[in-house]
Nanobody, 124 residues
Framework: QVQLVEFGGGLVQTGGSLRLSCAVSGRIFSSLAMAWFRQAPGKEREIVAAIKRDGISEFYAASVKGRFTISRDNAKNSVYLQMNNLKAEDTAVYHC?????????????????WGQGTPVTVSS
């Protein structure tokens, strides 16, 4: 069974930074594409960023491009989301997700494995 556990959420002021981590177990991590999603209160879940198993191909939502960076460390079975210049509209519960990757599979999903989420609150 694949388990994903997120770390690093919290309260930060506008303009601040946070780094989220997601530890994956139960599956060969290097075979997975990974993504970060978020869901704000009263809104639908949206994809924030994603990265192919090769660690080269990436996707970013327009709202976070230039501020967020996704990365992975296959030796540590982990994926990260560095969030800089945070805004109030970034407030949400952030989930990491994974799926078995293959050539041509789209980064937008669908994703099969999900973490429980970590809350991020950006205060002005």
């Amino acid at each position: 069974q694949v388990q994903l556990v997120e770390f690093g959420g919290g309260l930060v002021q506008t303009g601040g930074s946070l780094r989220l981590s997601c530890a994956v177990s139960g599956r060969i991590f290097s075979s997975l594409a990974m993504a970060w999603f978020r869901q704000a209160p009263g809104k639908e879940r949206e994809i924030v960023a994603a990265i192919k198993r090769d660690g080269i191909s990436e996707f970013y939502a327009a709202s976070v491009k230039g501020r967020f960076t996704i990365s992975r460390d296959n030796a540590k079975n982990s994926v990260y989301l560095q969030m800089n210049n945070l805004k109030a509209e970034d407030t949400a519960v952030y989930h990491c997700a994974g799926n078995v990757d293959w050539y041509g599979r789209p980064l937008l999903g669908p994703y099969d494995y999900w973490g429980q989420g970590t809350p991020v609150t950006v205060s002005s």
